[in-house]
């Protein structure tokens, strides 16, 4: 079992910067594939990051591609979601995710835990 927390969410102005955290319980943590979606109201969730256990595969929406940064600290069982230049868009809440398979995939039924999320909005 693995419980996640997201934290760092709010209200920020159209071209600022957030991050975002979630913090995983359990020793498996390393082993995991994480991943951040979005969900919008009235929206379906929307894939935005995702990273493979050890970092070495990496893949973004195109959305997000070349503003936004996945990383992980396994040593911290936590992983990372630098979001820079951020537009009234990118206002949704945002979910880590947990796959126990390891590599990281854009598809949200292949992760097996989700935390509660945590909001952002951009002001325009």
């Known amino acids: 079992q693995v419980q996640l927390v997201e934290s760092g969410g709010g209200l920020v102005q159209a071209g600022g910067s957030l991050r975002l955290s979630c913090a995983a319980s359990?020793?498996?943590?390393?082993?995991?594939?994480m991943g951040w979606f979005r969900q919008a109201p009235g929206k379906e969730r929307e894939f935005v990051a995702a990273?493979?256990?050890?970092?070495?595969?990496?893949y973004y929406a195109d959305s997000v591609q070349g503003r936004f940064t996945i990383s992980r600290d396994n040593a911290k069982n936590t992983v990372y979601l630098q979001m820079n230049s951020l537009k009234p868009e990118d206002t949704a809440v945002y979910l880590c995710?947990?796959?126990?398979?390891?590599?990281?995939?854009?598809?949200?039924?292949?992760?097996?835990?989700w935390g509660q999320g945590t909001q952002i909005t951009v002001s325009s």
């Open positions: 995710a947990a796959d126990h398979m390891g590599w990281a995939t854009r598809e949200a039924s292949e992760y097996d835990y």
């Open positions: 359990g020793r498996t943590f390393s082993t995991y594939a």
């Open positions: 990273i493979s256990w050890s970092g070495g595969r990496i």
